[in-house]
């Protein structure tokens, strides 16, 4: 149980345009999804907390003109980001947060890697 | 503040060993949960185990198992009887009780298994 989806997984795209990146959890509700980026060889970075049916909270630093959030459903999440440029290449990774067992904890989804030319 | 601290960069082991892959944290939090994850090539993260801060048992979930010393402040991730496909990226994170949606990671440690 506790998937989660990205689509697509992976996108080209020219310099200047937008490009969206749905999240869904298949099997269960998620009131709460979460936007990462990563970096090669790198750690995840938190960018944004997405509230279904609220205004996502952004992380100091992330620009949240650029970086559009929709918590639509409690079964998607959309991420888009706009006038992409070529620092915005990276590999962009959703969870959703999910009852597992004793705790609370955060199912990925399996990311899209972003390639801006 | 809450930091995660995975000191290997990179590790080998032979298959079928036992390998144990180190995680400290710095918290002035009572409540937290502590958590690793795996992401192999493909990118994903896979959830493999769970340890709240109160639990007075280390957890397990098949061949993984984790080493919790609270008072070190330590946390490490112990893969049994290494397999092939145990080769990827290990990440330690950890999350405050009250506020599950803070997870902090650490850098990673990048595991791989020898045959």
């Known amino acids: 149980g506790a998937v989660v989806s990205q689509h697509p997984s992976w996108v080209i795209c020219k310099s200047g345009t937008s490009v969206k990146i749905e999240c869904r959890s298949l099997?269960?509700?998620?009131?709460?999804m979460f936007w990462y980026r990563q970096f090669p060889k790198q750690s995840l970075m938190l960018m944004a907390t997405?509230?279904?049916?609220?205004?996502?909270?952004?992380e100091q630093g992330v620009e949240k003109d650029k970086f559009l959030i929709n918590h639509a459903s409690l079964t998607l999440s959309t991420l888009t980001v706009t006038s992409a440029h070529p620092e915005d290449s990276s590999f962009y990774i959703c969870?959703?947060?999910?009852?597992?067992?004793?705790?609370?904890?955060?199912?990925f989804g399996p990311g899209t890697r972003l390639t801006v030319l | 503040a809450q930091k995660i601290t995975q000191t290997q960069p990179g590790m080998f082991v032979q298959e079928k060993e036992a390998v144990t892959l180190d995680c400290t944290y710095d918290?002035?939090?009572?409540?937290?949960?502590l958590f690793w994850y795996k992401q192999p090539s493909s990118g994903e993260m896979i959830f493999l185990i769970y340890?709240?801060?109160?639990?007075?048992q280390n957890a397990t979930e098949g061949r993984y198992s984790l080493n919790f010393q609270k008072a070190r402040k330590s946390a490490n991730l112990v893969i049994s009887a290494s397999q092939l496909g145990d080769s990827a990226m290990y990440f330690c994170?950890?999350?405050?009780?009250?506020?599950?949606?803070?997870?902090?990671f650490g850098s990673g440690t990048k595991l791989n298994v020898k045959p």
């Open positions: 997405s509230n279904e049916g609220s205004k996502a909270t952004y």
């Open positions: 994170a950890m999350s405050p009780l009250y506020n599950f949606n803070k997870f902090y």
């Open positions: 918290t002035s939090d009572q409540s937290y949960g």
């Open positions: 340890q709240g801060s109160y639990d007075e």
């Open positions: 099997d269960f509700q998620a009131t709460t």
């Open positions: 969870s959703a947060r999910a009852i597992a067992g004793r705790g609370d904890t955060q199912y």
